[in-house]
């Protein structure tokens, strides 16, 4: 790290995160002056006014410009989409922002009050709002009970989007206002339809040129800077980054360090243009290595200096930021958005990928150990020994499980079978926390409700009742009391599944109705194919590929109590269905009974199969109740976007729970295998928290027998493993060897913690002593202290595997 980035990144962690309420203001002035007039062309007028008149920043020292909100770390606010959160946390419920159990977040006076005259104009505008109100009175059941969940989708925007960043950088934002303009030359307004192309083709133009000029208000900021300074270093660097910006993202960059500059503004822009997060990076390392090359071979830089770049590149992530619900928050702990940077796999010929440029990223990513872009190392056969151990030693320096690894044998596999051509395959990558996407071919890389699968399956044991409601909303088949054998309660547990999905599908195609009619965004379309030659947004159909899915928590602990069943009451006879039901009714605390609650637990714990130990007899209802949602989404069920033009137009499963397991845990009371009541759910595919005791290889085995081939929208797979094994090179041979074993059984990810609990319980005691500790908390990295105590015990009690 050089002395300019290590100024940069200290100065970064020591600015606490605020409220912006300056994007909020200029949206809702232009929002307020277009009333009546077509929403694209309303979202695209509000978009340049916010481009045009927001605050300015330059940090000192920093070599890429280009700020989301007034101050670093600071997060504006989208009022369009939700307020009432907002109010009440202005008014302590259930936190005020500054207080929040994590995520915290300044809001002074004077921003406090423009967000409250603000939030009086969107009351009962907002598209959360109508969305609860134009809900089946089932669905928001389902919602009021935890079975699903579409706050992070309606309250917060359209995200896990990846532009083709080589498009881009080899002909500029010139070339879609090119585009738009000869699509409009042709239009004949006399036919049907094509007023409402023209209105959204005038809004690309009009967002494109916003973000145009709004590089062009950074270079006369910095052509002024350098007049002003008197340090003649720093007078050449301004007089460059002004000659960047002034030049890109317009037009073809020229060099790495403007090719650099126009990715940030790109990427900054689609940030500041909705509050969607996700916003992703692609293949960093192959669509830069021309200008890295081109640079290198003329003498315009070397590479230490490139180096310097990509690391200022890398701080610039961690300035972006969002602010949700407390409730939303839960689920995204950890100031997530998302950033997801992928390097290595292969070229189109089928050859390593991995380059100069690519070991300069894992530099950059050592060095910093910073949360932010999450970086995937994408693996597949032809990926060289040496350079996944370079990649395991950055592992164990970062600590915060960077790199991931990706399976492109096994992504290749699923994208084929949704019907993804063979040219588009290799040059997938992951968005977000995991989604497989095609960059600036597909829409919206994961989008949908929640779904908490082992609800469903505790609604299902009480003969269709929600025990924490009351709610039934389908009656059942029977409980634990009725049901004669296990195939009973798998059957009774499908019908339910399908009942949830359906108003999970139900929920997100009012949702997508609803964006149709309140957000329909020009600027991230443009970016995509094939949006202008369609002349209709990304929501509306204008993409190449579209599959939707939310994300799914709970099959594993569906599937260990499945096992459990079948175990104690159907194969060995311990105990009666009435007995466990009680038990699990009284959350294992009833010491009268003949065996008593926790001994029943015990015997929950300890005495039955459980996934993650390469034991059929727990692993075959996982993969059955994986199998059944990944089969029942691909084939029954489509998404607002099919027949309009995008390929396949369905659903994909989703195993990305983020931090969903820990609060959707609190909605599902104590289940049979052994959990109790409210305690976290597993975690992405990863076993139940430490039921894995045959060691690191059966689990693998376990989570190799997955049927891979649904999980188009991911699914993470977390390992602890000892901080000693990653110091040898014995140890990172073996390590490797478990990962490609992985890989070789078609399996989409896994990533590595490899801190020992002694030092997270440390820095739980002394938090102040701490604060550079990162974590891998699901499919992205966060510092750990500021983590709330909850997810903080849930990290801590993963197994950690030392052999």
């Known amino acids: 790290m050089s002395e300019r980035t290590k100024k940069l990144r200290d100065k970064l962690m020591n600015t606490i995160p605020a409220i912006c309420s300056e994007r909020a203001k200029i949206f809702t002035e232009s929002m307020k002056e277009s ?16 481009l045009k008149e927001m605050t300015l920043y330059v940090r000192r020292d920093e070599l890429i410009v280009g700020n989301q909100a007034s101050k670093p770390r600071s997060a504006p606010v989208f009022p369009e989409y939700s307020v009432e959160w ?129 590089a062009h208000r950074f270079a006369n900021k910095l052509r002024q800077m350098a007049v002003d300074t008197n340090n003649k270093q720093r007078q050449k660097e301004l007089e460059i980054m002004a000659s960047n910006c002034l030049r890109v993202p317009e037009k073809p960059a020229t060099s790495f360090w403007e090719a ?73 702990p950890g100031y997530h958005m998302a950033e997801n940077l992928a390097i290595g796999g292969q070229n189109a010929k089928g050859e390593d990928a991995v380059n100069e440029l690519t070991y300069i990223i894992l530099a950059a990513t050592e060095n910093l150990k910073l949360p932010k872009p999450s970086v995937s190392l994408k693996w597949f056969e032809g990926t ?27 992504v290749i596999r699923m994208l084929k079978n949704m019907g993804v051509k063979n040219e588009d395959c290799y040059n997938w990558a992951p968005v977000g926390c995991i989604e497989a996407s095609i960059p600036g071919k597909w829409d919206f890389a994961a989008k949908g409700s929640w779904l908490n699968t082992a609800k469903i399956l505790e609604i299902t044991l009480n003969n269709g009742k929600d025990p924490k409601t009351g709610i039934t909303l389908l009656p059942g088949d029977g409980d ?18 399908r009942y949830y999905m359906n108003l999970q599908v139900i929920t997100e195609h009012i949702n997508d109705e609803l964006h149709m009619l309140h957000d329909v965004n020009a600027f991230r379309s443009s970016l995509i194919q094939d949006c202008i030659k369609r002349s209709k947004s990304l929501i509306e159909g204008g993409s190449i590929y579209s599959a939707d899915g939310g994300p799914t928590v709970g099959a594993m602990t569906a599937g260990d109590s499945l096992a459990a069943i079948e175990t104690v009451i159907f194969n060995k006879g311990w105990l009666t269905g009435s007995q466990l039901q009680h038990a699990l009714e009284t959350n294992f605390t009833d010491d009268t009974t003949d065996p008593t609650g926790e001994e029943i637990r015990q015997m929950l714990l300890n005495k039955t199969p459980k996934f993650g130990n390469d034991n059929d007899k727990a692993d075959r209802w996982t993969v059955l109740i994986n199998d059944f949602m990944g089969s029942t989404y691909h084939h029954e069920f489509k998404n607002s976007r099919y027949g309009k033009g995008p390929i396949p137009g369905t659903y994909a499963l989703s195993q990305s729970s983020v931090t969903g397991n820990v609060a959707f845990g609190n909605a599902v009371g104590a289940t049979p295998d052994g959990r109790q009541a409210q305690k976290p759910l597993n975690n992405g595919v990863s076993p139940a928290t430490g039921v894995e005791r045959n060691g690191l290889v059966a689990t693998i085995n376990s989570v190799s027998k997955l049927p891979s081939i649904w999980f188009q929208k991911g699914a993470i797979f977390n390992v602890r493993l000892s901080p000693n094994i990653l110091k040898s090179k014995v140890g990172k041979e073996r390590v490797t060897g478990i990962i490609e074993t992985l890989f070789n059984n078609n399996q989409y990810h896994i990533q590595f913690n490899v801190i020992g609990n002694e030092t997270l319980k440390d820095a739980q005691e002394k938090p102040e002593d701490y604060r550079n500790l990162m974590v891998r908390v699901a499919g992205y990295s966060a510092f750990f202290t500021p983590l709330n105590k909850e997810l903080q015990d849930d990290i801590i009690k993963r197994m950690e595997f030392s052999n």
Request: overall charge negative; some cysteine; aromatic content about 12%.
């Open 260 to 332: 650099l500059q126009s990715v940030w503004f790109v990427h900054l822009a689609i940030q500041i243009e909705t509050n969607g997060h996700a916003i992703s990076l692609g293949r960093f390392d192959q669509y830069l290595w021309p200008f890295y090359k081109k640079d290198l071979e003329n003498g315009i830089i070397n590479k230490d200096e490139v180096l310097e770049l990509v690391e200022t590149f890398f701080i610039k992530t961690n300035e972006v930021n969002k602010l949700r619900s407390w409730p939303d928050t839960e689920y995204f």
């Open 86 to 214: 907002i109010k009440d946390e202005l008014n302590g419920n259930p936190y005020h922002f500054s207080e929040r159990p994590s995520d915290k977040f300044e809001c002074d006076k004077k921003t406090s009050n423009e967000l409250m005259e603000i939030i009086d104009y969107w009351q009962g505008k907002t598209l959360f709002k109508n969305l609860k109100e134009l809900l089946p009175e089932e669905a928001n059941k389902a919602w009021e009970m935890g079975a699903i969940d579409e706050t992070w989708v309606s309250a917060g925007g359209l995200g896990n989007i990846l532009p083709d960043y080589s498009v881009i950088l080899n002909n500029g934002l010139s070339s879609f206002i090119r585009q738009a303009e000869e699509v409009i030359a042709s239009l004949d307004l006399k036919q049907p339809a094509q007023i409402k192309k023209y209105w959204f083709l005038k809004a690309v133009i009009t967002t494109n040129k916003a973000v145009i000029d709004f």
């Open 35 to 50: 009333v009546g007039q077509p929403i694209v062309k309303r979202r695209a007028e509000a978009f340049s006014k916010v």
């Open 480 to 497: 634990l009391t009725t049901f004669n054998n296990i195939q009973e309660v798998m059957k009774a547990f499908k019908k339910q599944l």
């Open 384 to 410: 060289s020994k040496d350079f996944m151990e370079r990649a395991l030693e950055v592992v164990q320096n970062h600590s915060g499980g960077q790199p991931a690894f990706y399976n492109d044998l096994g």
